[in-house]
């Protein structure tokens, strides 16, 4: 059954729904096909955890910290610019302050599901993909500080062109067109402006000119949030909302160790220790990283099998990682594979032969790895 808040089951959710029309959307002149079809033989975990919108994610997390006062606070730290709540999930009271981040990008769907398989697991001894969490222990080594989705508008703005929110099955090959499909979706109004689907510093789009963008019949990209900016370059001058409150809450609770799940790269790679980090420090983060890159290849779940690194350090505007160390945490950034997304840049170093993960696969990857992060911190 899966987790929801109208007692509807997935199957019965999708003959309400229907599965076998088609969904088109248009963006920048061209057309995406989806077929309900294509969401046929899931496994429980994707029946379960596999949430089709943002408000129904939303309502998901909510429900599970209602169902766990004991155990689970749940605040709003914000609102999207078209009134989308973030949510902060607080859970234990251990000395350790460990906070996990997931969804800054509207496309980038598995660190959400993840995530909502793992607390599943915490609070309701549920085992997905076999993952048994000792509740007691961990909520008395650790305080978790969890903000499962910290850009709901891109994740809702995804959810409407695509349905059924993976990658696999509206961009199954990454030929050219596609590849700018891809791009127009997630960045625009990049192109519309700039003339390029490259994300550029600061990447953030006046309200002026977001109105000019609606006005030709398109939404903002899904990897923008509702106020028109991406929250990866907003964490040095801060002009959005929702990473404003999430540095308030980092800033308050200054966690021991901070992990921020994404959804770009081709392989999954975790990324550590930080350019920013020193001795010791740089230690713990690169021990947790090999931590979780061996909890992936025990369960044969397809990485990029590398010494961990840092992530680039950017010309412009520095990114997450370097505000996380300012506050003393250890920072990991994690990539999941979701498919051949993104190839250009200094952090994509695709392996030949790679595939993409498969939406079960991407739910593993992200829950175990947030369930080898606790218990390693845990002790």
């Known amino acids: 059954m899966a987790i929801g808040v109208s007692g509807m089951t997935r199957r019965e959710s999708l003959i309400q729904l229907g599965t076998a029309f088609m969904i088109a959307v248009k963006a920048q002149g ?29 309502e998901r997390f909510r429900q599970l910290a209602y169902a766990h006062p004991d155990a689970c606070e749940l605040r709003e730290i ?20 460990v906070a996990i981040l997931s969804g800054m990008h509207g496309p980038e769907p598995s660190g959400p599901r993840g995530l909502l398989a793992y607390l599943d697991a915490l609070l309701n001894a549920t085992a997905p993909f076999g993952i048994s969490v000792d509740r007691e222990k961990i ?20 959810s409407q062109h695509f349905p059924d929110s993976w990658h696999g099955t509206w961009i199954p090959d990454w030929t050219d067109a596609n590849k700018i499909k891809f791009f127009a979706e997630g960045n625009e109004p990049m192109h519309f402006f700039y003339g390029t ?21 398109h939404v903002l990209g899904s990897s923008l949030t509702d106020q028109g900016l991406d929250m990866w370059f907003d964490w040095d001058d801060t002009q959005g909302m929702e990473t404003r409150a999430t540095k308030n809450l980092l800033e308050s609770v200054r966690p021991y160790c901070v992990v921020d799940f994404h959804n770009f790269m081709f392989p999954t790679e975790v990324f550590a220790p930080t350019i920013y980090s020193q001795a010791g420090l740089a230690q713990e983060e690169r021990a947790l990283a090999l ?60 392996v030949p032969g790679e595939r993409a993960l498969t939406r079960r696969e991407s739910l593993e990857t992200v829950a175990a790895a947030v369930d080898t992060l606790v218990k390693q911190i845990a002790g």
């Open 30 to 58: 061209q057309t995406y096909l989806s077929r309900r079809g294509d969401f046929l033989n899931w496994s429980n975990e994707e029946e379960r955890y596999w949430f089709f919108s943002a408000r129904d994610g939303l």
């Open 197 to 217: 689907y490259v994300k550029k510093p600061p990447m953030r789009f006046t309200p002026e000119q977001v109105a000019q963008w609606e006005a030709t019949g």
């Open 78 to 97: 914000a609102r999207s610019a078209k009134g989308l709540p973030v949510y902060a999930m607080r859970l234990g009271q251990g000395q350790k302050h």
């Open 291 to 350: 931590s979780l890159q061996e909890t992936w290849r025990t369960r044969k779940l397809r990485f990029h099998d590398r010494s961990s690194r840092p992530y680039p350090k950017p010309s412009e505007k520095y990114y997450e990682d370097y505000w996380f160390h300012q506050l003393g945490a250890r920072a990991l950034i994690v990539e999941v594979n979701g498919g051949m997304l993104a190839t250009e840049g200094a952090e994509y170093e695709p």
């Open 139 to 158: 909520l008395k080594a650790t305080t978790l500080h969890v903000i499962p989705l910290l850009n709901p508008g891109g994740a809702q703005r995804f």
